[in-house]
C-alpha cells in the first residue's frame, strides 16, 4: 500500500493499491466520505492513464485542485514507486 498526502484538499491522506497499473483499492482519510467513496469505488480496475483522462485538473469550488485531483497525482506517484 501507498500513502499520499494530499495538498490544498480536505482529505489527509489518500491509500492506493495499484495491480500494476491498475486500481485495485484506493482509500481516502478525511473528505467527503459519500462522495471518495464513489470515486473510489468507480475507478477501482482502472488504469492510471484512465483515471488521469477522467480526474485530472478537477477542481472543488475556488481551489485549484480537488481531491479527484490530488488522486490523480497520488496515483501517478504509487505507480512510480512500483
Known amino acids: 500500500m501507498y500513502t499520499f498526502q494530499p495538498q490544498g484538499v480536505c482529505s489527509r491522506a489518500i491509500h492506493i493499491d495499484l495491480d500494476g497499473d491498475r486500481v485495485s483499492h ?14 473510489s469505488a468507480l475507478i477501482e480496475g482502472m488504469t492510471v492513464d484512465e483515471v488521469a483522462a477522467v480526474l485530472e485538473g478537477n477542481t472543488c469550488g475556488r481551489r485549484s485542485t480537488s481531491c479527484a485531483d490530488q488522486l490523480v497525482k497520488g496515483l501517478r506517484a504509487a505507480y512510480a514507486a512500483e
Open 26 to 39: 484506493v482509500e481516502f482519510v478525511g473528505g467527503c466520505n459519500g462522495n471518495l467513496k464513489a470515486v
